[in-house]
Structures are given as structure tokens and as C-alpha cells.
């Protein structure tokens, strides 16, 4: 039933690229291949600044998302950007809750609401949760997650989880598919058979296989591998064949 999930794709450019990094159709060629547009979404999230120059994902099939969003649609908050501002150019999800973002400063409550500004504006929230390693290392990853779900969710009809696990973010570590496959049963128990569990953390290359090939993994959410577009393209040929 999982497996039947679109597999998405996503990565986190961060703060990174200026306008040279905005997409020309030689870029995506390789994203999808063969008939791979039937079951997989390739989504890039790039500075909010390269937004509105990205090519069109009508014409493309590369969605394309924000990294964070405020949680009220406008108003005197210096530097913020509302989901709506997003959605008006051309994201169709947006990133909350990153553990960047958790670390410096945001709650499950504010994840909570820039995941409902995210449905408000129509476009979809990626709601980010995951362990450190000193609650892992405590035997406290899957109850620090599923409370962190149960904080940051508010009643939703779309969205997408993604697991990342904080010491497996950018530090090249990355979880074990056995626990991996455990934290993802679990939290398919919690959030139910229609939403996509994205992976995280050091994702790349040479794991996006093993990593996309379980049974409750819908996807990735990739950092330093999503910034040269082979490397994607990679990762997503690691999408199974539903
Ligand atoms: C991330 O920042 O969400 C992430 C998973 O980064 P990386 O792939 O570099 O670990």
C-alpha cells in the first residue's frame, strides 16, 4: 500500500546559489528518465531570492518549493515570507521545521502554524522532526520523534513528513537502514497510509538505493547531494519502480 506513494525527491539548496544556478532545460534533462515522471516528483528548494527565476514546472515536472515560511500570510515581520509569497512564485511546497531551523529558535507550536500558514496558501508543508544523537544514544529517538509529530501536525489533508535524524544532517553519518525502516513503521502508524515519509541526512549516491528501496520510505530530503544536479539525478534513478 505505501510503496503505491509518489516518491518525492527534494532537496535543500540552503543558502546556496546565486542566478547562475537558475535552471536551463539542460540541467533537469536528467532528473527523470524513462517513464519515471509517472511515479516520482523531483522538487528543488532553492533561496527564496532564485524562486521566481526558476523555469516553469508546468513545462519542466521539477516542482519547486520554499525553505521556511512565516506562519501569518503578511504583515511588519523584516525578512520573513509569508506561504502565500511562495506560492506566488511558483512553489507548490515549502520545507518547516528544518533542525536548522528548530535550532535556532522554533518550537513544535511555530512549526504547527507555518505548517497550517503552508495548507492556508495551498501549497504543500514538508514538516521536518528527528532525534539528536544524545536522545538516540538514551533510547529516546522514536518517543522524541512521535512527540514532535504530534506537536508540529496540525489536522492536515496533505502533507509530507520527513525524518531526519539531527546527527545524520550534513555530517556525512547516516542512519542504518534497519533504523531507519523501524522509525519509519512507526511513524506510518501515526500518521496513516497516504503520507509520504521522506529520509534525511547524508543522503546520497551510493545509500539512495538501500534507503529508498523500504517499505515506508516515500522519498528523500537531501542537502549537500541535491546541490549538483548529477548527484540528484542519481538519487532519483534510485527511485524503485512502484
Ligand atoms: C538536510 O539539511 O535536510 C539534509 C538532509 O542535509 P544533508 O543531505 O547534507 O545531510
Known amino acids: 500500500m505505501a510503496k503505491k506513494l509518489r516518491t518525492l525527491i527534494a532537496a535543500n539548496w540552503k543558502m546556496h546559489g546565486d542566478m547562475s544556478w537558475v535552471?536551463?532545460?539542460a540541467d533537469f534533462a536528467g532528473l527523470y528518465h524513462a517513464d519515471s515522471r509517472k511515479h516520482l516528483d523531483v522538487l528543488i528548494c532553492p533561496p527564496a531570492t532564485l524562486l521566481g527565476?526558476?523555469?516553469d514546472p508546468e513545462q519542466t515536472g521539477v516542482l519547486l518549493g520554499g525553505q521556511d515560511c512565516h506562519a501569518e500570510t503578511s504583515g511588519a515581520h523584516t525578512g520573513k515570507i509569508s506561504a502565500e509569497m511562495l506560492k506566488d512564485a511558483g512553489a507548490s511546497y515549502v520545507i518547516v521545521g528544518h533542525s536548522e531551523c528548530r535550532a535556532?529558535?522554533?518550537t513544535d507550536a511555530d512549526v504547527n502554524a507555518k505548517a497550517k500558514a503552508a495548507a492556508r496558501a495551498g501549497i504543500i508543508p514538508i514538516?521536518?522532526?528527528g532525534e539528536t544523537?544524545?536522545?538516540r544514544n538514551k533510547g529516546k529517538a522514536q518517543a522524541v520523534v512521535s512527540a514532535q509529530i504530534k506537536a508540529s501536525l496540525p489536522k492536515l489533508k496533505d502533507y509530507v513528513i520527513a525524518y531526519e535524524p539531527v546527527w545524520a544532517i550534513g555530517t556525512g553519518k547516516t542512519a542504518t537502514p534497519d533504523d531507519v525502516d523501524e522509525m519509519h513503521n512507526a511513524i506510518r502508524e501515526q500518521v496513516g497510509a497516504k503520507v509520504r515519509i521522506?529520509?534525511?541526512g547524508s543522503v546520497k549516491p551510493a545509500n539512495a538505493e538501500s534507503l529508498l528501496a523500504l517499505k515506508n520510505v516515500n522519498g528523500a530530503l537531501i542537502g549537500g547531494?541535491?546541490?549538483e544536479m548529477e548527484s540528484l539525478a542519481e538519487i532519483a534513478k534510485a527511485a524503485p519502480q512502484p
Open 198 to 200: 521522506l529520509y534525511g
Open 53 to 55: 527565476s526558476m523555469l
Open 225 to 227: 547531494a541535491g546541490l
Open 133 to 135: 544523537e544524545a536522545e
Open 104 to 106: 535556532a529558535g522554533d
Open 127 to 129: 514538516i521536518c522532526v
Open 23 to 25: 535552471f536551463k532545460p
